[in-house]
């Protein structure tokens, strides 16, 4: 009884984080904003859910198949959304105006692409990107 | 096995409604996005959500076999995000 209603909580838990994920994809205002809700909300929830389901089978094979589902899942979603976001950087995609610090301006070379560092003797050289 | 989701009568309907509306929040930012960017991760969510569903098909019948339909579905839902970005980003290079 007691696993029952823990599976039906784990569910609808997942449930809910995916739609908080896609609810807000579709309200945030940029890019970067709509990325930060959508990756990790959504991997959570995903993964819940998961677990839930691998409580409801209650068997060993499904167990391992959906530990191996949620490892896969949850190792390569941060991987592919880092991957977009750095591209959306690159490609020049304009972030909020009420984004308040960017802290890659004037320090990212983009033809070369390497980062300067923090150090005040070495910032200067670059003339800032807009 | 999947008695456990039928004991429960209210529960289906309310994760299946639910992830189709968070499905059609997804497709509408992939329709509206105003960038190229918004729309690859629409459809990310957009396959994470499909995988969801694929995990709960298999406990609501009791196949298991749709849970290596989620897994294969996970693959490519990373394979596509990270060949995009690539591909943004080796656009973004030529243009500069």
């Known amino acids: ?130 | 096995m999947q008695e456990v989701l039928t004991m429960v009568p209210w529960l289906l309907p309310v994760l299946y409604g639910g992830m189709a509306i968070a499905f059609f929040c997804a497709v509408l930012r992939l329709i509206i996005g105003p960038d190229l960017p918004d729309r690859v991760v629409a459809l990310d969510l957009a396959l994470a959500i499909v995988l969801c569903v694929a995990a709960v098909y298999a406990a609501e019948t009791g196949h298991q076999h749709f849970l290596d339909v989620a897994l294969a579905i996970g693959v490519i839902a990373f394979i596509s995000t990270v060949a995009l970005a690539r591909f943004l980003e080796r656009g973004a290079m030529e243009e500069q």
């Open chain 1, 1 to 130: 009884m007691i696993v029952t209603w823990l599976i039906v909580l784990l569910l609808l838990l997942g449930v809910g984080f995916v739609l908080v994920a896609a609810i807000g994809l579709l309200r945030l205002p940029d890019f970067y904003c709509r990325t930060h809700a959508m990756a990790k909300a959504g991997a959570f929830g995903g993964s819940l859910l998961l677990i839930g389901v691998a409580l409801a089978f209650g068997s060993w094979l499904v167990a391992v198949k959906v530990i191996l589902i949620i490892i896969f899942f949850y190792a390569t979603t941060p991987v592919a959304t880092h991957m977009i976001g750095r591209a959306a950087f690159l490609r020049g995609t304009r972030s909020w105006e009420g984004t308040g610090v960017n802290e890659l301006q004037g320090r990212y070379d983009i033809q070369k692409q390497n980062l300067r560092g923090w150090k005040p003797e070495e910032r200067g050289e670059f003339e800032p990107r807009e």
